[in-house]
């Protein structure tokens, strides 16, 4: 099933463009459960996503025809335990393709190597950093020319605390650092320059969600620190939304910051400076909760969530753009 809708884009004067969306896996269709979530893509474009078959150690080929891509494995009691989440890609020093997926309920993040070339999947698979004083992680952005990855993780309580959100990296060799506490943060990403690094943080009250913002930080990717920490857009001010979370955040080669709107079923679309240009709305899916660019050119944004026709499946939905994921266009090294 396909499906197109508008997207709203904003120039200097208000004036409305519109642009195709299509709905490419239906809730008729999906294989990934309401938790869908975590996507990432590799060098060939294809894009992966957690929660096939609705198992929280499944992560699954986004694609017509979807496949398995990796299945944790452990005791009957770490499977219990177990939530795989954010997924990215990589070029390692040997110059192979590689992989890391987050796991939540573990504290830690799994390293994917000695790639198959028959189905995409990976041979090998361990732990490649981890702390049990991370919160989580939940989602995971990669500074290639170091190696590094960076790290969010968060609590989710009635009334939010500092501490209820955490920023951590781990070097090329797997050692983990903390970077400080927050409010719950979610979404993690680095512009293409590696010069800022950008993080979610929102508020609750009462079990009421009261705030929402983006926090930019100037990132030295080599060293692996944060400085310099500021307000990069608070949506209560921006435009009323405080009230609708942020989930999984991605940026495009010319330094935009696509956001997911989870509460609001949508994707804000900020310029490098912080402007909002664009929502885009999604045919499919009520709760979007991850986004990555990927395809044949790197310039298809698919984005994930809870489907709107049947809330206990995970549809996709994408957006043709003129520009390139930022980790697409790494994985090619450019």
Same mark, same amino acid.
């Given at each position: 099933?396909?499906?197109?809708?508008?997207?709203?884009?904003?120039?200097? &004067?208000?004036?409305?463009?519109?642009?195709?969306?299509?709905?490419?896996?239906?809730?008729?269709?999906?294989?990934?459960?309401?938790?869908?979530?975590?996507?990432?893509?590799?060098?060939?474009?294809?894009?992966?996503?957690?929660?096939?078959?609705?198992?929280?150690?499944?992560?699954?080929?986004?694609?017509? +025809?979807?496949?398995?891509?990796?299945?944790?494995?452990?005791?009957?009691?770490?499977?219990?335990?177990?939530?795989?989440? &954010?997924?990215?890609?990589?070029?390692?020093?040997?110059?192979?393709?590689?992989?890391?997926?987050?796991?939540?309920?573990?504290?830690?993040?799994?390293?994917?190597?000695?790639?198959?070339?028959?189905?995409?999947?990976?041979?090998?698979?361990?732990?490649?950093?981890?702390?049990?004083?991370?919160?989580?992680?939940?989602?995971?952005?990669?500074?290639?020319?170091?190696?590094?990855?960076?790290?969010?993780?968060?609590?989710?309580?009635?009334?939010?605390?500092?501490?209820?959100?955490?920023?951590?990296?781990?070097?090329?060799?797997?050692?983990?650092?903390?970077?400080?506490?927050?409010?719950?943060?979610?979404?993690?990403?680095?512009?293409?320059?590696?010069?800022?690094?950008?993080?979610?943080?929102?508020?609750?009250? &009462?079990?009421?969600?009261?705030?929402?913002?983006?926090?930019?930080?100037?990132?030295?990717?080599?060293?692996?620190?944060?400085?310099?920490?500021?307000?990069?857009?608070?949506? &209560?001010?921006?435009?009323?939304?405080?009230?609708?979370?942020?989930?999984?955040?991605?940026?495009?080669?010319?330094?935009?910051?696509?956001?997911?709107?989870?509460?609001?079923? +949508?994707?804000?679309?900020?310029?490098?400076?912080?402007?909002?240009?664009?929502?885009?709305?999604?045919?499919?899916?009520?709760?979007?909760?991850?986004?990555?660019?990927?395809?044949?050119?790197?310039?298809?944004?698919?984005?994930?969530?809870?489907?709107?026709?049947?809330?206990?499946?995970?549809?996709?939905?994408?957006?043709?753009?003129?520009?390139?994921?930022?980790?697409?266009?790494?994985?090619?090294?450019?």
């Amino acid at each position: 099933m396909k499906i197109a809708l508008a997207i709203v884009l904003f120039s200097a &004067g208000m004036s409305v463009a519109e642009q195709k969306v299509k709905a490419v896996i239906s809730a008729a269709d999906s294989l990934f459960g309401p938790a869908i979530e975590g996507v990432g893509v590799d060098k060939s474009g294809n894009i992966y996503a957690v929660n096939f078959k609705s198992d929280l150690t499944m992560a699954g080929l986004v694609a017509e +025809k979807q496949a398995l891509f990796y299945q944790a494995t452990g005791t009957d009691e770490e499977l219990k335990k177990i939530h795989i989440n &954010g997924i990215r890609f990589n070029i390692g020093c040997s110059g192979a393709e590689e992989a890391y997926i987050a796991d939540a309920g573990m504290h830690q993040v799994y390293r994917l190597t000695q790639r198959q070339s028959s189905d995409g999947t990976f041979k090998k698979a361990k732990v490649f950093c981890g702390d049990k004083k991370m919160l989580q992680p939940n989602d995971i952005a990669i500074a290639p020319s170091s190696g590094r990855i960076f790290l969010s993780g968060m609590n989710y309580n009635s009334d939010t605390q500092i501490g209820d959100g955490d920023l951590w990296t781990c070097d090329k060799k797997g050692n983990a650092t903390k970077l400080g506490d927050f409010y719950r943060t979610n979404g993690i990403e680095i512009s293409p320059d590696e010069k800022t690094l950008y993080l979610s943080e929102a508020q609750n009250s &009462g079990g009421t969600v009261i705030g929402n913002r983006i926090l930019a930080f100037d990132l030295d990717a080599s060293r692996g620190t944060v400085a310099n920490k500021r307000t990069f857009v608070n949506f &209560g001010d921006l435009d009323g939304s405080a009230a609708a979370d942020i989930d999984g955040m991605r940026t495009d080669t010319d330094g935009n910051l696509y956001v997911t709107r989870n509460g609001l079923g +949508k994707v804000a679309v900020l310029s490098p400076s912080g402007k909002l240009t664009a929502y885009i709305s999604l045919p499919s899916i009520v709760s979007v909760t991850s986004l990555e660019f990927g395809g044949s050119s790197g310039s298809d944004l698919y984005m994930v969530g809870k489907c709107k026709e049947n809330e206990n499946k995970g549809c996709v939905d994408v957006y043709s753009s003129t520009s390139k994921g930022r980790a697409y266009s790494n994985l090619q090294g450019s």
